[in-house]
């Protein structure tokens, strides 16, 4: 068990060291992003030739930006700073997203809890509307205390997620047998958002919302986008193109290593692991390799 205690803090060390040594800034926030609900409750700060962005939830309502351009394909990150304390029945999420009712997501959500217990990270996807690939982690440091970079990489051929540049996720393209995948020609927007979801972030709605302890405000900055812009349906075969060019973020060995290794000491839930919900029927991508 030492053993595996001493790689994974090495793993953590090495990829926060090379995501500290290229830090990304971007286009700043205001140009990149706009308030798209709860505007009274969220806002653009920029001081100290700073550029954040603070997101509210109190009893009245949530909030939430949105890129302003739509993307094909491609890597997008934010730094994010959880609300702290109790945080119990709040969810603070990044993610990317198609629009109409059988939109395609990709999502990162922070599933708040008591003081005390973790803040669990929750991944998923919605294909077509449809969701149910839950895959959920115990992060490895406190996300309330500082911020953390959460990456989102999109391509024809496979998803990941990153925290800290570490991989920790791998959603492979099996659409040629009939599993299924974001629409290849169905762009996406980023996402941030803080909403009241009680009912069941915590402990099944165990746990819920603490109101005296509002408002929780989560705290976001250096949002980047490293994907194709789309443009209309033109925008198809040239942001696939682009994407197929490029092998940037693609996993290699080391990358395989530090999600195993993540994967062994973090995770909570894997949805391809779960028999009681799906009696040995499990999903066709759960006997896949995915990396």
């Known amino acids: 068990m030492a053993g595996f205690e001493f790689a994974i803090a090495m793993a953590i060390v090495i990829a926060a060291a ?3 040594s290229n830090v990304i800034e971007g286009k700043s926030m205001l140009k990149s992003m706009h308030l798209s609900w709860g505007t009274q409750r969220s806002g653009f700060l ?4 700073r550029d954040d962005v603070t997101l509210l939830l ?3 309502s949530g909030s939430g930006i949105q890129s302003k351009d ?3 394909f491609g890597t997008v990150e934010m730094q994010i700073k959880l609300v702290p304390g109790d945080s119990a029945g709040t969810v603070t999420s990044f993610y990317l997203s198609s629009l109409g009712a059988k939109h395609n997501e990709v999502d990162f959500e922070f599933l708040g809890n008591v003081t005390g217990q973790p803040i669990i990270i929750h991944t998923n996807i919605y294909t077509q509307g449809a969701a149910g690939r839950e895959v959920q982690f115990y992060p490895w440091f406190d ?8 990456t989102i990489h999109w391509s024809p051929s496979r998803i990941v997620w990153f925290v800290d540049n570490i991989p920790i996720r791998v959603y492979r393209n099996y659409l040629h047998e ?3 995948y974001p629409d290849l020609d169905q762009p996406m927007r980023a996402y941030s958002s803080i909403w ?3 009912s069941w972030a915590t402990r099944g709605g165990l746990d819920r919302i603490n109101w005296s302890k509002a408002p929780f405000v989560a705290k976001l900055r250096k949002f980047r986008a490293r994907a194709c812009k789309f443009e209309g349906s033109t925008s198809v075969g040239k942001c696939t193109a682009a994407a197929a060019a490029s092998t940037t973020l693609e996993l290699g060995l080391d990358g395989q290593s530090q999600m195993e290794l993540i994967r062994y000491k973090s995770l909570i839930y894997d949805y ?4 009681d919900r799906y009696k040995g029927l499990f999903p066709g991508e759960c006997f896949k390799p995915q990396y």
């Open 272 to 275: 391809c692991e779960d028999d």
């Open 143 to 150: 996300p309330s205390e500082d911020y953390h970079n959460y």
């Open 46 to 49: 920029q001081p100290a030739g």
């Open 18 to 20: 090379a995501l500290n």
């Open 58 to 60: 109190d009893p009245v």
């Open 196 to 198: 009241n979801a009680d």
């Open 178 to 180: 009939g599993i299924p």
């Open 70 to 72: 739509q993307f094909l």
